[in-house]
């Protein structure tokens, strides 16, 4: 027994052993479905296949080990319950036992390599990492500059500035959101490290989409020369340029260019040393003069409205501070221009010290001469550019202003030359702090119209008899403060801001946490916080100056964030902003997926710190949910579930009632006692509390808030508008448009939430309404409440500043009003409009008038019916730029129907007349029109609405002239094919119009000639349809993936691809969702460039959550050529699946099975497609029976041998076939019994092959997919037919025998002639027999069944060998062909080949334009005649 035992564990540690290489070479490992290239679901490769991990026993340290294999930093989480969604394919490992200090994961003990899913384990509990990343800045004055760190796997390390380029420079800030790269710097480290430098220089080119991915080689001696760590300042303020005549020279309109956009600055304010740089960084000596006014070139119509203030000195404008906070609008008329010396200093008039302005003169900064060694002005140790001392550089030296005789005329001097606004206070007695240096200027007699300060009258430049005790100060108007209002809190409070010399609040929309962080830094508070909106009302009254404050990542200070102009009155009062940053205690969540899940921390003094998790439980659970406000409490976790925690445990042995307002009020052990380690960090998931569900996507649906147990409908009764205002608000999905009851999206269980929210509508999450008690906890309800929320919410018609029944239309997206595009604006859309407005229905759509800057370019596809605008078919991608004098309009009737004219179904327009829907009386009983059963608003069966009815129109005569009508109807662009035979399947009701005669002129499709309105002589089996250039469709290429590829759409009648940039994860969810992929993805950046050329129609994609489907997320223009090749976009979706065939074409049994290693085609070793993946058959109880099944599949004569042993090379990948057991007469190999898939003994050494005799009956392929042959007679000359001639030869050599036969043996045969007589009786009946089988097509059991309505509709029942409707229903069949067809019919070998399309072949045609996409015939058809083998088409 002990012995027994001894051996087991011995021979488990070898096997550990074993396990831990797999032929000698590490595992490759990748991280799938994460935000990025450093987390996701853990997957290992193994035998060609990706597979996944099992979670049970996975630890940090295993993570840390993967993250260091991956080069992705250090492991900073390990979420749980299969965070990043379910893989598929194998389970490889079971478990990993890594120590944590292993190079990679093959290193670690671990479990044998093999599919667990064989031994029932699945795909509920894979692991996954998130790791840190790569690459930082760190030691600067934000998250976009400082020291260049990469992490080894161990810590973070400088990277030496040796060899250091700005190509990499610039990946690393695009990789890090930061703009552009403008500094480069080494030598001067940001703070000490200990000398440590990462041993290799990256060499990137510039566009990689991480530093990872660049190429990197060693430096010498493992040593790389350096003078120091490199340092990188990155920007949004990166490049200048000055634009005369579409040229860039040293003068004109200065512009710069901002995330990539080059934009003209404003001129207000702008000064002479701003424009001294701009001239000095573009190499262009030193400013002449600066100019204001009107666009000198052709500019965006964005002005920069960003306010620089340079001192002069400054190399770069990017190293001036700048001020975008409460910028006011710029005019077009009112744009910088900067004229420079050219590098010809030389030519520059000496400063004049002793020249002062005449007093009372207005002199400009652009009329005064600039000199070669002009002085340069700036305000110091005030807190920002507009306040502080005054300081003027001159001879290399700065120096201050004495206060004697110091006053508001000479500080307004000072301000308005640095573009700070007014004077608000002049300062004496060194307010500011003394100065040093000299002192230049005394007893100034400004009169405050100077344009610069040395121009005052003076006691002379440099003479004075003050001491810097005495150093001049001023506060402008334009000088900025930031503070928390609190009553025991530093950071945490009512923020508020010093403009115009008032303190005064900051309103909160749409702060986000980038903005909150830049706030808390700036005041020193930390690196976070958060707006807290459930505090009161503010008491008292003060300015409100500032709104819509939007901070970029590359911002240092809030006065860098663009936002609103200063207003006194920004927002109403309870919209002022309470922030908590990191420097007060707060709580959150971090880790776990989204911010009601993860790991407990606590902030106290400025440090987090976690909580461990004794005594830990669902109570203690509770509070903390309850605190952040993210409903009820699904699970308390433990033992770093969420990974371990780093800094002080605050709290130990919590006990929590599970009532506490704050975690930090339940009992413990006291505040920073424990006796524990990160290890036990306490964690929590919460549920969230609202959603909605069952509807079309995440923004509609029936509202349920969970209970803590489960999701729970909230019930109708006195729900409120304001309150689906909060929930569409807390969800991100735009406005409220619809709140319904009664009629559920799905059966509940009746159980109905027993309480009523009383929202105001301002609340940011329904968790903060008040709530009442439904009485007797009995909800009166009709059924459960259903929310509709759309960024398509209001729309008004607006004329001189009023909204009513005529004008201008316009939207609110997203909060702002913002007009339509006239373009593509259809009588249909007016229609809408109108009723949605209660104004009864459309007169007339005026051409455009001059519209606001930013039009709305979404297309709407209404058919006139809808009762909302929201409610129409909408297209937004790639929809083009729309000028400013083509904004829509529309004249109602305002409820005045009776003065409508009814409509006169029997007027159609002139010939060639090109009539306008403008131009045209809208009648009260007005036809609608519409496209169906075509996969979008722009391509389907034509629709006509009249009396209520939706009616067809018939294909008599329908061509492309009727088909562009429809389309500019509908606003559909061009027609590119007009299809007739119910190309779109067939249609129900009237058929409204035939004989349809169209010039393309006209505006609406009945206005065209015709047989008249209701007469025709057709059926539904010829209804028209048309496929316009608008119309649009989605697919994935690839060669073995439905849900990963190449993202194509199909625009304009071709398959182009689609740019990556800057596509993000929402944009990814909605591609996947509408290919029906799963409801993630992710953008793969790391496959190689494509190969070929086609379109790449569509860039810059920006998906907002309330957008269904890829058509209505915004974008950039259609363009033949987007992006480059290499910006195409890859994406693989969660929902992920093998293709069930290796080709595009349709699967058939020759598709899915192939011979490889042979000399011809037809000898080999067997492959078979299964599950996307090609693999090999076992040689177990291989005979010439299963090689003769093989043969004939493939078309390839007889078997001449079953070939065993891997003759024809070990192949790879899976054996997916065993102990296979043909009769021999099976039309494909799987009919065949065997093993179930997958299930083999075998190795690649008994791969199966077989050598087949090589003749061939398989017709080649067309280029348009179908088969061909230069044989006139078909059924003759085929190979069948040879066959059934030489059998039938030797048949009658047979009989000419047996007739010899029987003349020598008559005596005898008449002997025997009764029983001859018997015989004879039962070989006919044997042929009757047969005979009746091959008639069987009359026969009841054998009969097609087809639609009773009459003998047409025969017609349409698929016929095998039949061309499909597109290619023409009426086609005539050539005589050879009937012969043909004759001969197979009545002859006694039969003949049959099938023709199908091959949508792999010939991409440039859709199948749309080629007709429905299926088979022409029947899918498997066996034919076979007496005494001969059955064959098999397919």
């Not at 035992?5 to 550990?16: K, P, Y």
């Not at 960084?281 to 119509?301: F, K, Y």
């Not at 700036?378 to 030296?397: H, K, M, T, Y």
């Not at 707060?586 to 921390?601: I, Y």
Request: proline residues 5%.
């Amino acid at each position: 027994m002990a012995l027994g035992r001894h051996l087991f564990l011995r021979g488990l540690c070898v096997l550990l052993l074993l396990s831990t290489m797999v032929g000698g070479q590490a595992l490759e490992l990748r991280l799938k479905d994460g935000a990025h290239r450093c987390e996701g679901r853990v997957e290992v490769k193994h035998q060609g296949e990706w597979g996944t991990v099992d979670d049970r026993n996975w630890s940090l340290k295993d993570a840390s080990v993967v993250c260091r294999q991956l080069e992705c930093g250090v492991a900073v989480g390990i979420p749980q319950e299969v965070y990043f969604g379910p893989g598929l394919g194998p389970i490889w490992l079971l478990y990993t036992l890594c120590e944590g200090t292993e190079s990679t994961v093959s290193d670690c003990r671990h479990s044998n390599i093999k599919d667990y899913r064989n031994d029932s384990y699945t795909h509920d509990r894979d692991a996954g990492v998130v790791c840190s990343g790569f690459v930082r800045l760190a030691g600067g004055d934000g998250p976009c500059s400082g020291r260049v760190e990469a992490h080894s796997g161990e810590a973070w390390i400088p990277v030496s500035d040796g060899n250091f380029t700005l190509p990499t420079a610039q990946v690393i800030c695009a990789e890090l959101g930061c703009g552009k790269a403008v500094s480069v710097q080494g030598h001067e480290l940001f703070r000490e490290s200990n000398g440590q430098l990462l041993a290799e220089e990256f060499r990137c080119e510039g566009e990689e989409p991480e530093l990872w991915v660049c190429p990197r080689v060693p430096c010498p001696g493992g040593t790389c020369h350096h003078s120091g760590a490199a340092q990188v300042v990155c920007s949004a303020y990166s490049e200048v340029r000055l634009m005369t005549n579409g040229s860039s020279q040293c003068e004109g309109q200065m512009e710069m260019n901002i995330s990539g956009q080059w934009r003209a600055l404003c001129a207000s304010p702008w000064s002479l040393a701003n424009a001294n740089v701009v001239c000095r960084q573009l190499g262009c000596g030193v400013a002449i003069s600066t100019l204001r006014g009107p666009h000198l070139v052709e500019g965006g119509d964005e002005i920069l409205t960003a306010r620089f203030h340079c001192s002069g000195a400054e190399s770069f404008l990017w190293s001036c501070p700048v001020t975008a906070l409460g910028g006011p609008d710029c005019s077009h008329g009112n744009t910088v221009s900067v004229i420079c010396s050219g590098n010809h200093t030389q030519l520059l008039s000496q400063c004049n010290d002793s020249m002062a302005e005449p007093a009372g003169s207005e002199a400009s900064v652009e009329s005064a001469p600039y000199c070669s060694d002009s002085r340069q002005l700036r305000l110091v140790d005030g807190g920002g550019p507009c306040a502080g001392r005054v300081e003027i550089l001159d001879q290399g030296s700065w120096g201050t202003i004495c206060d004697d005789g110091w006053d508001l005329d000479d500080a307004h001097v000072v301000c308005r030359q640095l573009g700070c606004g007014e004077a608000l206070n002049a300062t004496g007695s060194a307010h500011f702090g003394a100065g040093s240096g000299p002192i230049w200027l005394d007893d100034l007699n400004c009169t405050g119209k100077e344009s610069q300060v040395w121009r005052c009258p003076s006691r002379g430049w440099g003479q004075h008899d003050c001491r810097h005790k005495q150093d001049a100060g001023v506060i402008c108007s334009e000088f900025l403060a930031l503070r928390m209002v609190s009553e025991d809190q530093q950071c945490a409070g009512w923020l508020e801001v010093f403009y115009n010399g008032t303190w005064g609040s900051v309103c909160r929309n749409p702060m986000e946490d980038i903005t909150v962080s830049v706030i808390c830094r700036q005041l020193g508070c930390g690196e976070s916080g958060t707006l807290n909106s459930s505090v009161g009302l503010r008491e008292g009254s003060r300015p409100r100056w500032v709104d819509g404050i939007r901070c970029r990542k590359t911002d240092t200070s809030l006065w860098q964030c663009p936002s609103d102009p200063w207003n006194y009155t920004s927002c109403s009062p309870k919209e002022e902003a309470y922030i908590s940053c990191e420097g007060s205690r707060q709580l959150r969540l971090v880790d776990g997926r989204g911010p009601c899940a993860g790991r407990v921390e606590i902030l106290d003094h400025g440090t987090w710190g976690t909580i461990c998790n004794y005594s830990w439980d669902l109570d203690d659970a509770r509070v903390v949910c309850r605190q952040l406000g993210c409903g009820e409490a699904l699970k308390a976790t433990r033992s770093s579930s969420f990974g371990a925690g780093s800094g002080p445990i605050w709290l130990g042995n919590v006990k929590c009632t599970g009532k506490e307002s704050h975690v930090w009020m339940c009992p413990s052990w006291g505040w920073g006692k424990h006796y524990c380690d990160h290890s036990q960090d306490a964690g929590v998931i919460c549920s969230g509390f609202v959603r909605l569900a069952g509807g079309d996507e995440p923004c509609s649906g029936r509202v349920e808030v969970h209970t803590g147990e489960a999701w729970i409908p909230v019930s109708d009764g006195n729900f409120t508008l304001p309150t689906a205002q909060v929930i569409c608000a807390e969800l991100g999905c735009g406005k409220a448009v619809s709140v319904l009851g009664q009629v559920p999206f799905r059966e509940s269980n009746g159980q109905v939430w027993a309480e009523e929210f009383r929202c105001e509508g301002e609340e940011p999450k329904l968790w903060w309404c008040p709530r009442v008690p439904c009485p007797g906890g009995t909800c009166h309800h009709s059924g459960a409440v259903q929310v509709v929320c759309s960024v398509y919410a209001d729309v008004r018609l607006l004329t001189n500043g009023s909204s009513q029944c005529e004008g201008q239309v316009e939207m609110n997206i997203f909060g702002r009003w913002r007009a339509l595009c006239a373009s593509h604006w259809s009588l249909a859309n007016a229609n809408v409009v109108c009723r949605q407005l209660g104004c009864g229905v459309v007169i007339s759509t005026p051409n455009g008038a001059e519209g606001s800057d930013q039009l709305w370019k979404a297309r709407f596809h209404c058919s006139g019916t809808e009762s909302f605008l929201w409610k129409c078919p909408v297209t937004a991608l790639g929809v083009p730029d729309c000028s400013h004098d083509n904004t829509a309009s529309v004249i109602c009737s305002e409820n005045q129907t009776q003065v409508l004219p009814q409509c006169d179904h029997f007027v159609s327009e002139p010939a060639r007349s090109a009539a306008s829907e403008e131009s045209l009386p809208y009648c009260s009983d007005s036809r609608q029109l519409r496209l169906v059963d075509g996969g979008g608003p722009c391509a389907g069966r034509v629709e006509i609405l009249d009396q209520g009815s939706w009616g067809t129109i018939c294909d008599d005569g329908w061509d492309l002239d009727d088909a562009r009508v429809v389309c500019r109807q509908l606003g559909c662009g061009e027609a590119l094919n007009a299809t007739g035979s119910a190309h779109f399947g067939v249609g129900s009701g009237p058929i409204w119009l035939d004989d349809l005669n169209c010039t393309g002129k006209e505006s609406q499709v009945w206005r065209c000639p015709s047989r008249g309105w209701g007469r025709h002589d057709c059926r539904h089996k010829e209804d028209a349809g048309v496929i316009c250039s608008e119309f649009l469709a989605l697919r994935m290429v690839s060669e073995d993936q439905q849900c990963a590829g190449w993202l194509e759409v199909f625009y304009n009648g071709t398959w182009g691809s689609v740019c990556r940039s800057p596509m993000d994860d929402i944009t990814v969810s909605i591609i996947c969702r509408q290919l029906g992929c799963g409801d993630s993805g992710t953008l793969n950046s790391s496959v190689g460039l494509r190969e070929g050329s086609r379109p790449r129609w569509v860039d810059l994609i920006q998906c907002r959550k309330t957008d269904t489907s890829l058509w209505q997320c915004p974008s950039g223009p259609w363009k033949y050529s987007s992006c480059s090749s290499k910006e195409e976009a890859y994406i693989s979706c969660a929902g992920r699946r093998p293709k069930s065939c290796p080709t595009a074409a349709p699967c058939t049994g020759m598709s899915k099975l192939r011979l490889r290693g042979g000399d011809s085609e037809c000898s080999g070793r067997v492959e078979v497609w299964h599950s996307g993946s090609w693999g090999t058959v076992c040689d177990d109880s291989w005979s010439l029976a299963e090689a003769e099944v093989v043969c004939q599949q493939l078309d390839c004569g007889q078997a001449l041998e079953a070939v065993r042993a891997a003759t024809f090379g070990p192949g790879n990948g899976s054996i997916w076939l065993d102990e296979v057991r043909c009769g021999g007469r099976e039309s494909s190999l799987w009919d065949c019994a065997a093993e179930p898939w997958g299930q083999s003994d075998c190795k690649h050494e008994e791969d199966a092959g077989v050598r087949c005799s090589g003749v061939r009956t398989t017709l080649p392929m067309t280029t348009a997919g179908t088969r061909t042959t230069s044989n006139s007679f078909p059924g003759i000359f085929s190979l069948p037919g040879v066959l059934c001639l030489i059998l039938g030869a030797l048949l009658f050599l047979v009989l000419i025998i047996l007739v010899t036969q029987l003349l020598r043996w008559r005596a005898e045969r008449r002997a025997l002639s009764s029983y001859e007589d018997a015989l004879a009786e039962a070989v006919y009946e044997e042929l009757d027999y047969v005979l009746t089988q091959k008639e069987g097509l009359g026969s009841p059991d054998q009969r097609t069944d087809v639609p009773a309505e009459n003998y047409d509709d025969v017609e349409e029942v698929p016929v095998p060998g039949t061309p499909p409707a597109s290619q023409g229903s009426e086609e005539e069949v050539p005589p050879e062909k009937e012969d043909g067809v004759r001969s197979s019919q009545t002859g006694s070998c039969l003949n049959f080949s099938r023709e199908a399309a091959d949508p792999g072949e010939g991409e440039e045609s859709l199948w749309l334009l080629q007709g429905k996409k299926g088979d022409a015939g029947y899918d498997d058809v066996e034919l076979s005649a007496l005494g001969t083998t059955p064959e098999t088409f397919s």
